[in-house]
């Protein structure tokens, strides 16, 4: 799949900028997780998470990654369900944020995209 290139940037941005860290992502690489999986101190010890986050905070968090085309909502036969998995971006980005030379975020990074998150 051909992404555009600014495209991938944002979600790096907003993944790197996220609560949710890399091994979340990885684990939704492998299978779907629910929301409550990114909830409290057991996904934050587990390194799913960067910061203990309440179920409210991870869902707001996944819905930000799924608003910028990181993950997507599972569906089943009644639904919408509350279990997230990676879209083909979000490989992609997992791919870019696990690289060790990724340049720091500056504060013009960190502005801009809560400017967008909180304008989206």
Excluded: C, Y
Aim: glycine letters at 10%; aromatic letters at 4%; proline letters at 3%.
């Amino acid at each position: 799949m051909d992404l555009d290139l600014q495209t991938v940037e944002r979600a790096v941005r907003a993944m790197r900028l996220g609560a949710i860290a890399a091994a979340g992502l990885a684990s939704m690489a492998k299978r779907s997780l629910a929301v409550a999986e990114f909830a409290g101190e057991r996904a934050h010890a587990g390194g799913l998470t960067r910061q203990p986050l309440s179920e409210g905070a991870a869902e707001d968090e996944l819905m930000w990654l799924f608003r910028v085309g990181v993950v997507r909502r599972e569906v089943d036969g009644q639904g919408i369900t509350d279990r997230f998995r990676l879209t083909p971006l979000g490989k992609r980005v997992l791919v870019e944020v696990r690289r060790a030379d990724l340049p720091a975020l500056s504060p013009l990074d960190q502005v801009g995209n809560l400017l967008t998150r909180w304008l989206s």
